[in-house]
T-cell receptor
Framework: EAQVTQNPRYLITVTGKKLTVTCSQN?????MSWYRQDPGLGLRQIYY???????DKGDVPEGYKVSRKEKRNFPLILESPSPNQTSLYFC?????????????FGSGTRLTVV | AQKVTQAQTEISVVEKEDVTLDCVYE???????LFWYKQPPSGELVFLIR??????QNEISGRYSWNFQKSTSSFNFTITASQVVDSAVYFC?????????????FGKGTRLHILP
């Protein structure tokens, strides 16, 4: 089944403890992206990647890192999480070099930082 | 700059009524793509439709239909004979093919309640 798999689905962590949210897609998509969703603010892009080893900042990259060492994987790294990073996170991939082909989203990761 | 406005924050209708969700967009590009996504209470984001700027034909898929009008920069979504399972947040989105082709911009969403 064609899908984007995010893990974990739910995570509660403490301030400052490094964490990684994994994202993997099995559709051979070149483009991948991370979004966060917050009440009243909607979906905002954190980082995106047009291809392996090519990543760039989105609208809200502060406090996050990403890497794209393989086409299928695009992990989101929070080196020192803070409470303002409590959010619902989505990974997405697109079949085109850019997002115009439409996103397939992962199921989301609900992160709470205390 | 690209922008998507969903003026209706929340709508409630009784089951079997028709309901239209409005979406107005702004872009300077002549080539762009419009989308609708559904987010049910379970939280995942489900792709519903993609339209390119050169295709203004209305689309119908079962009880769902979409009206794309470039003259008014609108891409409205109608659910006919609504059902309780249609209750969700619906997002309209825009992706430009030119300079802004690195992201999809989402509207703030319309929360739809279908009352039994």
């Amino acid at each position: 089944e064609a899908q984007v798999t995010q893990n974990p689905r739910y995570l509660i962590t403490v301030t400052g403890k490094k964490l990684t949210v994994t994202c993997s897609q099995n559709m051979n998509h070149e483009y991948m992206s991370w979004y966060r969703q917050d009440p009243g603010l909607g979906l905002r892009q954190i980082y995106y990647s047009m291809n392996v080893e090519v990543t760039d900042k989105g609208d809200v990259p502060e406090g996050y890192k990403v890497s794209r060492k393989e086409k299928r994987n695009f992990p989101l790294i929070l080196e020192s999480p803070s409470p303002n990073q409590t959010s619902l996170y989505f990974c997405a991939s697109s079949p085109w070099p850019g997002p115009g082909g439409g996103y397939t989203f992962g199921s989301g990761t609900r992160l709470t930082v205390v | 700059a690209q922008k998507v406005t969903q003026a209706q924050t929340e709508i409630s209708v009784v089951e079997k009524e028709d309901v239209t969700l409005d979406c107005v967009y702004e872009t300077r590009d002549t080539t762009y793509y419009l989308f609708w996504y559904k987010q049910p209470p379970s939280g995942e984001l489900v792709f519903l439709i993609r339209r390119n700027s050169f295709d203004e034909q209305n689309e119908i898929s079962g009880r769902y239909s979409w009206n794309f009008q470039k003259s008014t920069s609108s891409f409205n979504f109608t659910i006919t004979a609504s059902q309780v399972v249609d209750s969700a947040v619906y997002f309209c989105a825009l992706s430009e093919a030119g300079e802004g082709d690195d992201k999809i911009i989402f509207g703030k969403g319309t929360r739809l309640h279908i009352l039994p």
